[in-house]
């Protein structure tokens, strides 16, 4: 199913379920794609980035990930369908991948926590559904053999988790060297799958409040992002359907 994309900022927010997302990856085996998920941290960010912006505006397909979308999508008039996040959709696109042998690699997390994710993906499908991993603390002198690694593991898929937004600048920047049918940010979703931090109880992600877990467990590294950038991104949105419904009025 999908419903009118939300566009903010002058990006294209496609307005899937998570089961046509899936797909949406999933049939993207012959050529090259990226897609990345946006929540309202991605927003302020690419606001204020002009290069994330221009990768985000290129993607093939920008997820709407978080309450902060689905608040945008109401406030602007296009209602979001579904939240698509990398960490729900992760063991979805695992089982996927179990049923149709294609394979991901993962890159990204501190030295460890790739390999602990896939023993989790092994646990969890009962298949090698991991192709390859690498941490994300390499040097500019070890990104060739990185490149190389992708490469020659043949996965179909690659989950760059280093965070927003130089997991999306490294796949632009190496998109052409990479050769690898999708490629995706993932952000801290390798975190949650090592077990190395906690995910929020299902009762905080089902009415939008995972946002408030995670800043009870990173607060030094997440007040910020969450307690001033929500306020920014609630007064953006204010401002944006201000300045659409002055626009609306004037025209009448
Ligand atoms: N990270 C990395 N390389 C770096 C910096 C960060 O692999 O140079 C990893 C970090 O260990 C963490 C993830 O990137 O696993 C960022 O997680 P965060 O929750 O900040 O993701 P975001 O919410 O920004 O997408």
Same mark, same amino acid.
């Given at each position: 199913m999908?419903?009118?994309?939300?566009?903010?900022?002058?990006? /294209?927010?496609?307005?899937?379920?998570?089961?046509?997302?899936?797909?949406?990856?999933?049939?993207?085996?012959g050529?090259r794609?990226?897609?990345?998920?946006?929540?309202?941290? =991605?927003i302020?960010?690419? &606001?204020?980035?002009?290069?994330?912006?221009?990768?985000?505006?290129?993607?093939? &397909?920008?997820?709407?990930?978080? /309450?902060?979308?689905?608040?945008? $999508?109401?406030?602007? $008039?296009?209602?979001?369908?579904? @939240?698509? @996040?990398?960490?729900?959709?992760?063991?979805?696109?695992?089982? &996927? =991948?179990?049923?149709? $042998?294609?394979?991901?690699?993962?890159?990204?997390?501190?030295?460890?926590?790739?390999?602990q994710?896939?023993?989790?993906? #092994?646990? +969890?499908?009962?298949?090698?559904?991991?192709? $390859?991993? +690498? +941490?994300?603390?390499?040097?500019s002198?070890?990104?060739?053999?990185?490149?190389?690694?992708?490469?020659?593991?043949?996965?179909?898929?690659?989950?760059?988790?280093?965070?927003?937004?130089?997991?999306? #600048?490294?796949?632009?920047?190496?998109?052409?060297?990479?050769?690898?049918?999708?490629?995706?940010?993932?952000?801290?979703?390798?975190?949650?799958?090592?077990?190395?931090? /906690?995910?929020?109880? #299902?009762?905080?992600?089902?009415?939008?409040?995972?946002?408030?877990?995670?800043?009870?467990?990173?607060?030094?590294?997440?007040?910020?992002?969450?307690?001033?950038? @929500?306020?920014?991104?609630?007064?953006?949105?204010?401002?944006?359907?201000?300045?659409?419904? +002055?626009?609306?009025?004037?025209?009448?």
């Open positions: 999908q419903r009118q994309d939300l566009e903010l900022l002058g990006l /294209s927010i496609t307005n899937v379920t998570m089961e046509r997302a899936l797909e949406m990856v999933m049939d993207c085996a050529e794609h990226t897609m990345h998920f946006v929540n309202a941290h =991605c302020n960010i690419a &606001a204020k980035d002009p290069e994330y912006h221009r990768i985000l505006s290129q993607a093939d &397909a920008l997820f709407a990930d978080g /309450s902060g979308i689905r608040f945008a $999508g109401k406030w602007l $008039g296009t209602p979001i369908i579904d @939240n698509v @996040n990398g960490t729900d959709m992760f063991p979805l696109l695992c089982q &996927a =991948c179990a049923r149709s $042998g294609k394979r991901l690699f993962l890159l990204g997390a501190a030295p460890g926590i790739a390999q994710v896939a023993d989790w993906t #092994k646990e +969890h499908t009962g298949s090698e559904v991991v192709a $390859g991993y +690498h +941490h994300g603390f390499f040097s002198a070890e990104e060739s053999s990185v490149v190389e690694s992708i490469h020659s593991s043949g996965a179909d898929l690659l989950l760059v988790a280093m965070g927003v937004p130089a997991q999306e #600048k490294w796949i632009a920047r190496l998109r052409d060297r990479l050769d690898v049918p999708v490629c995706m940010g993932v952000g801290g979703l390798f975190d949650f799958y090592s077990g190395s931090i /906690s995910r929020a109880p #299902k009762w905080m992600r089902s009415v939008g409040i995972e946002w408030v877990w995670r800043l009870c467990m990173e607060p030094h590294r997440m007040w910020r992002r969450y307690i001033v950038g @929500n306020v920014v991104f609630i007064v953006r949105i204010a401002r944006i359907r201000f300045t659409r419904v +002055h626009k609306e009025s004037a025209t009448e």
